[in-house]
């Protein structure tokens, strides 16, 4: 659904075929889902279905452009200049084989698949084949695609799709054998952001900086999951905000990782909400009981209570404005 941003006027609606709720029964699915659709001043890139091909929309009217070929499978996609990056994983149709496996404490070995799409003439430019499973956490910066899996963090040249390098990276994720005993797969996935040289990337013990060129390590420190959501790594000003050991976020100098700064949450009357935490160049907004908003520049926290999100996707600072879906 478009609608107008600032009066909320309904502008179009397109139809989405087999979607999450029909494999999975969590709240409103995966938290990765809306890495499905992307947008840019004219197009919004979408995969109108769970195993759909990426389609091109008008953003203006919601009419389709065209379809990208060899696309199926979509579970993200990454927009830059006139190309797409997308991540695909034809597993999707096992999703209640994985999920029972996950909360077992294992992950089932399978194949993902990461490819660039020239806009201007809509082929494929290069897909390489990961032979493992790629956390939907991709990311680009200065000609590099990064991408992380259960056992490693990789580069690959953006241009060709070769592997620059590897850095070995064990995943520390809270799903152990027999501590999940509901039908609910948690919304816990890791977290990779690259800023100013850097590639961070949190699962929830630490967060780890490796440098973009080498894949050489540059520092760690502690780091803790959401509540039913992915850990926070949130760069404001060159301070990495993290949530690390108890109740305190924390910002940790970009290129050192040291402590510099560090605030703590006024403390709600239940748990978080289950979506991950937001922010802006002035303030981190919490999902503690509403939206918490804290200044990073002078801890003071103001308390909203009564605005909350949807499970998994939350709210979305933007425009000057805080844009809350139905809860």
């Known amino acids: 659904i478009a609608r107008d941003a600032f009066n909320g006027v309904v502008l179009w609606k397109k139809p989405l075929r087999a979607w999450a709720d029909q494999l999975r029964r969590f709240r409103s699915g995966p938290p990765h889902l809306p890495f499905r ?7 919004v890139f979408v995969t109108l279905g769970i195993r759909a091909p ?8 919601g009419e389709s452009r065209e379809s990208i070929g060899e696309s199926e499978y979509t579970k993200q996609i990454l927009h830059e200049g006139q190309s797409l990056a997308l991540l695909t994983d034809a597993d999707l149709d096992r999703t209640q084989e994985i999920d029972a496996a996950r909360r077992r404490g294992e992950y089932i070995q399978r194949q993902c698949q990461i490819k660039r799409v020239d806009l201007e003439t809509g082929r494929l430019a290069w897909e390489t084949n990961i032979g493992e499973l790629v956390f939907p956490c991709m990311a680009l910066a200065d000609d590099r695609l990064f991408y992380q899996t259960p056992t490693h963090l990789g580069c690959l040249d953006y241009e060709n799709g ?3 390098w590897t850095a070995d990276l064990s995943m520390s994720l809270p799903i152990a054998a027999g501590t999940v005993k509901t039908g609910e797969l948690q919304g816990e996935t890791p977290t990779l952001v690259v800023q100013e040289g850097r590639v961070m990337v949190s699962d929830f013990k630490n967060v780890r900086a490796f440098d973009v060129n080498s894949g050489e390590p540059s520092w760690e420190n502690d780091s803790s999951k959401g509540y039913n959501a992915p850990a926070d790594v949130l760069v404001i000003d060159k301070l990495v905000w993290t949530k690390g050991k108890g109740a305190a976020r924390t910002g940790l100098d970009l290129g050192s990782g040291s402590a510099e700064r560090s605030f703590t949450p006024a403390k709600p009357y239940m748990h978080p909400r289950c979506y991950r935490n937001k922010a802006t160049d002035r303030y981190l907004m919490l999902g503690e009981m ?5 200044d990073v ?6 308390n909203n209570d009564w605005i909350r999100g949807t499970c998994q996707y939350g709210v979305m600072p933007a425009n000057g404005l805080q844009y809350v879906t139905p809860d």
């Open 54 to 61: 990426v389609t091109i929309l008008d953003a203006a009217t």
């Open 37 to 43: 659709l992307v947008a840019d001043e004219s197009r």
């Open 290 to 294: 509403g939206v918490q908003f804290i």
């Open 297 to 302: 520049k002078t801890g003071e926290v103001w």
């Open 162 to 164: 070769k592997t620059l």
